[in-house]
């Protein structure tokens, strides 16, 4: 159990080092959901492997041995797990999931609170809305339905191909619920500590696959023409709902440097590498919890009275 847990927590720490570096050499859609997936599988796997480590403390519990029908004496004889890492393991349990808590509450709260504002200014005026500031700014408000604002002083200084570019844009982090790649993201951070750069990772690559499907509907050279220019409006620093997903969000000129160059494709290689890490991740805790399984069959009683000779 201590080696395939050790094996799942090194596939996770790679797959946190690998997996930023791919997704921006990978097709942005690719990448995005890359870096969910193995994201939360990774996160899934640390908790998982902090509670096996803590299980020490679970099978040299009286009470709990009563409960179970096993033997703590058995149990103490086969588990090589020392008491001291035990309760580190469960110290730092506690902590990551009460941090998971705090951290879905309060984004949950957020994405709960945009959803309504989407769907009250959907009802009330459609699916797009134009606030009368001057200040240049785009954003999407997700939800079920979802709803694109602009600011009329964006429109006034975008000419026809680049307030496409920027709806565009905008639409399709709503069609696609990019908020919801985002939010796994972060909740898999806050689960596995090695996973701090998926974050960064993750909104850039969702900033490019919305730039990638807006290219699609306005052409790739004008798309890299007009986004540019937004890019120089769009720099500033405007106030926008929690939860709110911007054009302006990040890295602006990078972005407009890629929609110049030819589209990225998947390259399977790649992706192969950082998936490999996560399944090894994934691997590794399956075999970590059936070598649990198998300790606390072994240290029943009457198992282990079987096979005394």
Request: hydrophobic share 50%.
């Amino acid at each position: 159990m201590i080696a395939a847990s050790t094996l799942a927590f090194v596939f996770a720490a790679l797959f946190g080092l690998l997996a930023p570096p791919v997704a921006r050499r990978v097709r942005p859609s690719a990448a995005v959901w890359l870096l969910t997936v193995g994201g939360v599988v990774a996160g899934l796997c640390m908790v998982c492997v902090l509670g096996l480590l803590a299980l020490p403390l679970v099978g040299t519990s009286v009470e709990f041995a009563e409960a179970g029908h096993w033997s703590v004496h058995n149990f103490e004889q086969r588990d090589p797990t020392n008491n001291g890492l035990a309760w580190l393991s469960f110290a730092v349990l506690l902590v990551t999931l009460g941090r998971i808590g705090i951290v879905a509450w309060r984004h949950g709260r957020a994405l709960r609170a945009t959803g309504r504002a989407s769907r009250d200014l959907h009802r009330l005026v459609g699916g797009l809305v134009i606030l009368p500031e001057d200040e240049p700014d785009a954003y999407a408000l997700p939800g079920r339905r979802g709803c694109v604002v602009v600011t009329s002083g964006l429109l006034r200084r975008l000419d026809p191909a680049g307030w496409r570019l920027v709806l565009a844009h905008e639409i399709a982090h709503v069609h696609r619920r990019h908020h919801r790649h985002l939010f796994a993201v972060r909740l898999s951070m806050t689960a596995n500590v090695l996973l701090a750069r998926l974050g960064p990772a993750q909104e850039f690559c969702v900033e490019r696959w919305a730039d990638e499907s807006a290219a699609a509907v306005v052409g790739r050279r004008v798309a890299a023409r007009a986004f540019g220019k937004a890019a120089d409006l769009l720099g500033g620093t405007a106030e926008r709902p929690a939860g709110a997903l911007a054009v302006a969000s990040c890295a602006l000129d990078t972005r407009a440097a890629a929609l110049s160059r030819p589209p990225l494709g998947l390259r399977p290689a790649l992706l192969l590498a950082a998936v490999g890490c996560a399944v090894g991740a994934f691997t590794a805790t399956a075999v970590a919890l059936n070598d649990a399984g198998a300790l606390f069959a072994r240290v029943h009683p009457a198992t282990s009275h079987a096979e005394r000779p």
